[in-house]
């Protein structure tokens, strides 16, 4: 079992930065592909950004050359650096961990709350 835990969301201004923590437990977290998606009312949890093991990312083009992702094996956390943020960005934010050889296994975070807002 994984556990996640995400920390650093809040209310920021358009334009401002935030970032946001996924600290995890439970198992290796060196073998798994971890993720950051987002869900606002009304729309479909999206992907935003993710990052193998190996180190290689992928992100949504909506965020690309404003986010950042990136990992921790030594402090088993993952984390999503946020510039330039737009009203659009608001939403919860997910961390999820993907296991990449064993893909019934995967596990989310309770998510937290990135409201851009003047």
């Known amino acids: 079992q994984v556990q996640l835990v995400e920390s650093g969301g809040g209310l920021v201004q358009p334009g401002g930065f935030l970032r946001l923590s996924c600290a995890a437990s439970?198992?290796?977290?060196?073998?798994?592909?971890m993720g950051w998606y987002r869900q606002a009312p009304g729309k479909q949890r999206e992907l935003v950004a993710m990052?193998?093991?190996?180190?290689?990312?992928n992100y949504a083009g909506s965020v690309k050359g404003r986010f950042t992702i990136s990992r921790d094996n030594a402090k088993n956390t993952v984390y999503l650096q946020m510039n330039s943020l737009k009203p659009e960005d608001t939403a919860v934010y997910y961390c999820?961990?993907?296991?990449?050889?064993?893909?019934?296994?995967?596990?989310w975070g309770q998510g937290t709350q990135v409201t851009v807002s003047s």
């Open positions: 999820h961990a993907d296991h990449e050889t064993i893909p019934i296994y995967d596990y």
């Open positions: 990052i193998t093991s190996g180190g290689g990312t």
């Open positions: 439970g198992s290796i977290f060196s073998i798994y592909t």
